[in-house]
């Protein structure tokens, strides 16, 4: 089968178009014929090596994080699905392979994709959608009335957690360039902040929770808009001690590591007496139906981007790459 295959840690040449033996499913498993796959700034992130220290991938591998496609062989031992069931995934972190024709995954880690959509847009779904529902529901406990503040609310993420955040009851303010603003508002924004016009931490305050998806100055400036007692959730920021142990399953050097990253803004937060969180999403296909059945209901749907065919990986990561994606982008075999 023909697959995209990580040789090096590199540039966008460190991927090649490979025909690599089949996967067979091992226990457990279920084999998907890929229709769509969801690219994500992890997969470049990854491809240069910037999460060598935490990953335990061994190249080469087939890469890729996210699919849609159709279930066409199952492992031994009982297994909840059938051939034919239409289902997407976020895949396991250390095995990758969405970005081929077929890719083996645990069933856990699967689910039945949102009946009302079509393969792409179920594809760009599941690493977005899941950090977006683990971060605002597990970490920030977002409710009726919350005061939300998101950044970067037009991307990937931020698109589906705007969404999910209005479902949930909050008020929400995000950032947008100009490029992004009647986006973000159509998908329910109470208020938007042209970054490249306005400080937001100049002007916001009494907020009691921040997703960040930007990271440096952009989460160093949500500390300031908090109300005491505030938390802040960062997946584009610093890792901290809890990232180890509460995601990583508590490496000893890395927990080491992040508390040491960590201490500036671990004391920006102790001043502004709020909690700081840097949050690695967690695949998961219990959260996944829990995200169909939202999709279904008409609560939350997929921003996307462009489709790309799957020979032109090359210009789908030139595009995410750039760093101006609005919503997802995918690509479709
Ligand atoms: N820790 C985790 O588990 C986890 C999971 C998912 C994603 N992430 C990380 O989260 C970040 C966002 O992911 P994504 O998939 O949403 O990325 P994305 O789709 O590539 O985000 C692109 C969007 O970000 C906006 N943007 C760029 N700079 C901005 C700024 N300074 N302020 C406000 N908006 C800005 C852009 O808007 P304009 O075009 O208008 O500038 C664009 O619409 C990435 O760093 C990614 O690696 C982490």
New binding site residues.
Partial sequence: MRAYVLTRYGGPDAMELRDVPVPQPGPGDVRIKVAAAGL???DF?FRRGALRPISQVRLPIVAGCELAGTVEAIGPGPNRFSIGDRVYARVDKARLGAFAELACVQQELVAAMPASLGFAEAAGLP??GL?ALQALRDELAVGRGTRLFI????????TLAIQLAKYLGAQVTT???A??EALVRRLGADAVID?NREDFSAVLHGFDAVLD???GV?LRGSFRILKPGGRVVS??GVPEPLTATKDLGSPPMITAAFWLMSMGIRRRARKAKASYR????HPSGDDLRTLAALVDAGHVQPVMDRTYPFADIGGAFAA?EH??????IVVTL
């Fill in positions: 994500n700034p992890v992130k690493l977005a950090t950044s970067g609310g037009a991307g990937g993420v931020g950032t947008a360039s490029r992004g970054y998806l930007v990271g952009t997946i584009a840097y949050l690695f999403m995410l760093g101006h994606a609005k919503g997802k």
